[in-house]
């Protein structure tokens, strides 16, 4: 899973992911990942292989979910269900 980050303008907003520098993590067994040192900003979690299958988390009006990452805070995600297949 990787972090593509939000950016907006005005009242528009894209997120862009950078398979080389977006922050990600795999999870364990049972699910849990961390990501360490995520820089402060607003991110959609992208789940899967960008370069071959994956999906945004979304909402519940199926958008794409945004979280905010504060300096020096910890950014709880919670449960996050999603229905991938790769």
Do not use: H
Request: hydrophobic letters at 35%.
């Amino acid at each position: 899973m990787r972090l593509a980050e939000v950016y907006r303008q005005e009242d528009q907003g894209a997120y862009v992911l950078d398979n080389a520098n977006s922050p990600g993590a795999y999870t364990d067994d049972n699910g849990f990942f961390v990501i360490p040192d995520i820089s402060p900003g607003e991110y959609v979690l992208v789940i899967g292989d960008p370069m071959v299958s994956y999906t945004i988390v979304a909402d519940k009006n199926g958008l794409e979910k945004v979280w905010s990452a504060e300096k020096d805070k910890i950014s709880d995600f919670g449960t996050v269900l999603v229905n991938y297949t790769p």
